[in-house]
C-alpha cells in the first residue's frame, strides 16, 4: 500500500526545488497534495504535472490573511489536513539588498527573511494545527536547514531564522502533545542539497561545475544532495511510519554534520 494513501497534504513553497519534490513524492506515495507558492506560472505547472493528485493555491507564507484563505479553502473542501510541510523560504540573496553579515546587516533584509522563513513556519503551524487536530493522526514538517544548526557569518539572517525553526518545531511537538492533539511536529535539516535556491552562488557554466566540485569535496559523502533525498525524508516522517516520532531534527547533508568541515588527512 503507497506510505501515505488517502491523506491530505499542504506543502508550502511547492513550485520548484525541495518542496516540488516532497508534493510529488507524497502524490505517488497517495495522498492528495495542495501546493502552494508566490510562483503561479511554476505552481501550476507542478499541478499539471502530477494531474489529479493535486490543487494549486497562491500563498504568501509571511500574509496572515493569505493563510487564512487557505485555511477556509481546505477546510470547505476536505474537511480536514494530515499533513503540513513548511517548506517555503529564501536565503534573501536575491529577494532583498542585504547585506546579510552581522555587522553591516540591513534590518529591512533582515525582517523580510524572517517574515518568510519563520513567520511562515509559526503561522503553517498556527493553522496546520486548527486543521489537523480531528485528523487520525497528523504531521508537520517543518523544512529547517543545516544553517540552523551552525553560524553562517554570511547569512545571519537565514541562519537565525532557520534556527529558529528549529526551536518553533519542539516548541509545536510538546504542545500538541500536551493538548491530546494526534499531531506530531519535526524538523528537517538539508546541507549541501543542490536546488534552485544554489544558482545565485554558484554562477553558470564553467564556474558552476566548479563550485559544485568544491563543495563536494567537503562533503563526507563526496557529492552534493538531490530534492528528492529530502522527500524521502519528509515522506517518512509525514507517514504513519513515524507515529512514535515528534520534537526530533533529521539531518539529510551527506554526514557533514557528523563531524568537522574537512576530511582528516591520511
Not at 58 to 83: C, F, M, P, Q
Request: with cysteine; aromatic share 4%; glycine share 10%.
Amino acid at each position: 500500500m503507497p506510505r501515505v494513501e488517502g491523506k491530505i497534504a499542504l506543502i508550502t513553497g511547492a513550485a520548484r526545488g525541495i518542496g516540488q519534490a516532497i508534493a510529488e513524492l507524497l502524490a505517488k506515495e497517495g495522498a492528495t497534495v495542495i501546493l502552494s507558492d508566490i510562483n503561479d506560472v511554476l505552481g501550476h505547472e507542478v499541478e499539471k504535472k502530477i494531474a489529479g493528485k493535486a490543487e494549486y493555491l497562491h500563498l504568501d507564507v509571511a500574509r496572515e490573511e493569505e493563510w487564512k484563505t487557505v485555511s477556509e479553502h481546505i477546510e470547505n473542501k476536505y474537511g480536514r489536513l494530515d499533513i503540513v510541510i513548511n517548506n517555503a523560504g529564501i536565503t534573501g540573496f536575491l529577494e532583498t539588498a542585504g547585506p546579510h553579515d552581522p555587522e553591516m546587516l540591513d534590518m529591512a533584509s533582515w525582517h523580510k527573511v524572517h517574515a518568510t522563513n519563520l513567520d511562515g513556519v509559526a503561522l503553517g503551524c498556527k493553522y496546520g494545527i486548527r486543521l489537523m487536530k480531528n485528523a487520525p493522526r497528523a504531521s508537520i514538517v517543518n523544512i529547517s536547514s543545516r544553517s540552523g544548526l551552525v553560524g553562517i557569518p554570511a547569512a545571519a539572517a537565514y541562519a537565525a531564522s532557520k534556527a529558529a525553526v528549529r526551536n518553533h518545531s519542539k516548541s509545536v511537538a510538546l504542545y500538541c502533545a500536551e493538548k491530546g492533539y494526534p499531531i506530531r511536529c519535526n524538523s528537517i535539516h538539508p546541507g549541501a542539497i543542490l536546488t534552485p535556491m544554489w544558482d545565485a552562488m554558484l554562477g553558470e557554466g564553467a564556474q558552476r561545475e566548479a563550485a559544485i566540485k568544491t563543495i563536494s569535496a567537503d562533503v563526507p559523502l563526496k557529492v552534493m544532495g538531490q530534492a528528492e533525498d529530502v522527500a524521502y525524508a519528509a515522506l517518512y516522517l509525514a507517514s504513519d511510519e513515524s507515529k512514535y516520532v515528534t520534537g526530533i531534527e533529521l539531518n539529510v547533508d551527506g554526514g557533514i554534520l557528523a563531524g568537522s568541515v574537512a576530511s582528516p588527512s591520511r
